[in-house]
């Protein structure tokens, strides 16, 4: 029996000690800001809205860590070097150290870093490894003390509490009630988190001033290149468009679309494309589709398991864990936008 979703007073205490966590202590890196965010993202793909405890895989966490720092290891523009992630002057983070030489292929070419690779098996290796030596254990601590914040307590999830015993760990145990809070709260958590990682990146990085084009490099998601499963996208749907079902009669007259809008949850997998005519995309732009649309959208993706995760150029190559994202990155938007 699932337990009761959290109140509005347990939401809101959760927030309180979300700010606490980040405003507290010294931080020689910008990990604890990551890990905040990629759990936050993994209870809205893979938690629900009650209070259950959730398991997270580490490797999960791992690909939500290279994801966010994959752009952050590219030269920032307005200097044309590396923005630092430590303050260790001698080096770079490491997981900047990870990437720095893997940025000039596109992310999209490690999509989501499931399908792999040996350099995918490496960076998912390293980032794990970072992850079990430098940050689980440490995300619940305040400066270089190595006991959580008496106030706070392991709010979050109880182990590891050592370096040693995170790299033994395969899988994370968010406490009850933390993933639906995080889900519920995900647009506020996310503005402190990437509020407090800017500040510290300025301060950590002193020419950069009030630089203010800073936020957008560091935390708007690059779009991907979606317009080469358009004619995959055709042929799955018999030529007509996803949403009014009239023929797409010239290619200069559809386009790829998020189904679910790029601008509500970044997600760019082939389970989440649909090809519609540019008219309707254009008028539709950041909105939510009507629920019938959404029902159609979720039965293709039943129907069509196998052609989505089939290898390319066949099929799309989805990883086949992007179903269960789509939909629960769907249940998620619907019931908060409802």
Same mark, same amino acid.
């Given at each position: ?12 205490? !959760? ?48 690909? +939500? !860590? ?18 630092? +992630? ?17 940025? &000039?292929?596109?992310? %999209? ?18 980032? #794990? ?7 689980? &254990? ?29 790299? #033994?760990?395969? #899988? ?23 509020? #407090?990682?800017? +500040? ?50 010239? %290619? ?6 998020? !189904? ?26 950041? +909105? ?16 069509? !398991? ?33």
């Amino acid at each position: 029996m699932a337990r009761p979703a959290p109140t509005a007073q347990q939401q809101l205490d !959760f927030l309180v000690k979300i700010e606490r966590l980040l405003a507290k202590g010294r931080r020689t890196t910008t990990y604890k800001f990551a890990l905040l965010i990629a759990l936050t993202n993994l209870a809205v793909e893979q938690g629900d809205d009650s209070g259950d405890a959730l398991e997270i895989s580490i490797d999960d966490i791992a690909r +939500q !860590f290279l994801s966010l720092y994959w752009n952050m290891a590219r030269p920032y523009p307005q200097l044309r070097e590396v923005l630092r +992630q430590s303050t260790n002057v001698a080096r770079p983070a490491k997981m900047i150290s990870l990437l720095i030489n893997q940025v &000039h292929d596109s992310e %999209s070419s490690y999509q989501r870093l499931r399908v792999y690779r040996e350099r995918r098996d490496t960076l998912l290796s390293e980032a #794990r490894s970072t992850l079990a030596k430098d940050v689980l &254990h440490r995300l619940q601590t305040v400066g270089d003390s190595s006991k959580p914040d008496p106030e706070l307590g392991r709010f979050l999830f109880d182990r590891p509490r050592t370096a040693s015993e995170s790299r #033994r760990l395969r #899988r994370l145990k968010l406490k009850p009630g933390v993933a639906a809070c995080l889900r519920k709260l995900r647009g506020v958590v996310l503005s402190i988190a990437e509020t #407090r990682w800017a +500040q510290w990146v300025r301060e950590n990085n002193k020419s950069l001033g009030a630089d203010s084009n800073l936020e957008e490099f560091l935390f708007v998601p690059k779009r991907t290149n979606v317009s080469r499963y358009a004619k995959r996208l055709y042929l799955l749907q018999d030529g007509v468009c996803f949403y009014s079902g009239k023929m797409l009669t010239k %290619s200069s007259a559809w386009e790829v679309d998020h !189904f679910i809008p790029w601008a509500r949850y970044p997600f760019d997998s082939p389970f989440n494309l649909v090809l519609v005519d540019r008219r309707i995309n254009n008028e539709l732009r950041d +909105q939510l589709k009507p629920a019938k649309w959404r029902r159609k959208w979720l039965t293709r993706n039943q129907t069509d !398991f196998g052609l989505l995760t089939a290898p390319e150029p066949t099929g799309f190559g989805a990883p086949a864990e992007d179903a269960e994202a789509a939909e629960a990155i769907s249940n998620w938007i619907y019931r908060t936008t409802a």
